[in-house]
Each structure stands twice: as C-alpha cells, then as structure tokens.
C-alpha cells in the first residue's frame, strides 16, 4: 500500500511538532510544505514520518559515521529557537539529505548549506534542484570550518550534536546574529542559542535535547595523570 505523504506530513506536525511546545506559525507552515519523504532512501520512504531520526547514509567501512535525518520534533524546536527572520542568510552545517536547508529556505532569504559527504551534498544539490529550492546552495566543506566566503551570517543552526562550538563559526556570526546547536550527546545533550553583540558572543541553556551527533565536532582525548 503507497502511504498518503500529505496526511503523514499533516499529522507529523500536529503530533508530533505542536505537541513539544512549537507553537510559530511559519515554522509549522514550513514543515507542512516540505516533503521529507523526498529526502530519505525509497526503501525509507514510507519511514520517512515516524517520530525517530532517519536514516540516510549508513556508516561506511571506511570509518564515515552513518547519517540521519534528525527526528522533526527535535528539529522544529531549534529552528524556533533560532527565530529565523525573512531577510535573514542562514548557514546549515551539516545539511545531510538537504531536508533541513528545504525547511529553512521556506523562512529565511538564503541558505547556504554546509555538507562534508560529497556523495550527500551531490544528492541533496540535485534532490532540491529538482524540487524547485532556488535560495539554497549547498557547499562541500569540512562541518566544523562553516563556510566564511558568504560570511557573515544571521543564522547559523548544527544539524547534530557536537562537543563543542569551533571559534571558526562564531566568527562568522553578525552582530545580531543567532547560533543554535545541541551540546552534549544522549539525555545530557543541551539546546543553547548564542548571540553575537559588538562582536562578543554569549550563550543560555534552552532546553535539554537528544539528537544523533554530527561527525567531526568531537573533542580530542585529554590524557590524564
């Protein structure tokens, strides 16, 4: 049996999303439009919509950490925690699929979507091409360098949890401008938005929030007497 997207996308948002305290119109506007079931393997698609994060690319034998699409209601709380504006030029950091950069092209004026895979980024340039995202580009970069030629940015919002939040990326902040990133790993993990003002950057703890991490943010082992 093919699922009914539409009414799975309906009910993600009502379910799901309004359930966790998202309450901004246009953050809902914006879920309700974007199939996140384009964004997924098709032998996922019909998972596309269950409260869990998907996933998009397992881990390689290389050594690649497997990649997932986070969980909505997660997502939906960063991307209010963020209050992305409509002029506003956001930086994605680790866009995976391009599912994220899809949901924020729908409030802000650009995207620039920041995706260390090749083989992802190439996939979610032509996934969103395809779907007709014309205000996003998407960049293969390391995650934890951003993407400083397109600097400064209004936004910038880490699609997974880190250890830490690189200077490099602070750096790349308006005055004004918002960071949103999950810190910590598990049930330990913390929501924090940072705001730059006169070039000082400051944070306050959100909420708590679990979400899969993203490669690359992980601190060094300190060795210890």
Do not use: C, W
Request: proline share 6%.
């Amino acid at each position: 049996m093919t699922a009914d997207f539409h009414d799975l996308r309906i009910k993600m948002v009502d379910n799901q999303i309004r359930t966790t305290d998202v309450t901004n119109l246009a953050v809902l506007d914006a879920f309700l439009a974007v199939p996140r079931e384009e964004f997924v393997p098709a032998a996922r698609r019909d998972l596309a919509y269950i409260d869990e994060d998907t996933l998009v690319k397992p881990a390689s034998p290389a050594g690649g950490a497997a990649r997932y699409l986070m969980e909505p209601s997660p997502f939906a709380k960063l991307v209010q925690l963020a209050a992305i504006e409509p002029g506003d030029v956001v930086l994605d950091i680790g866009t995976g699929s391009g599912y994220s950069a899809a949901v924020l092209s729908r409030l802000a004026s650009s995207i620039i979507a920041v995706e260390s895979d090749s083989d992802l980024a190439a996939e979610a340039t032509a996934k969103l091409s395809e779907l007709g995202y014309d205000n996003v580009v998407i960049v293969t970069a390391p995650l934890t360098e951003g993407y400083p030629s397109e600097a400064p940015y209004d936004v910038i919002i880490l699609e997974g949890a880190v250890d830490f939040v690189p200077d490099a990326l602070f750096d790349q902040l308006k005055n004004g401008g918002r960071l949103v990133a999950v810190e910590g790993h598990g049930n330990a993990g913390v929501a924090k938005l940072y705001v730059k003002d006169e070039d000082i950057v400051s944070g306050r703890r959100a909420f708590n929030l679990a979400v899969k991490p993203l490669p690359g943010f992980a601190r060094a082992p300190q060795f210890e007497f």
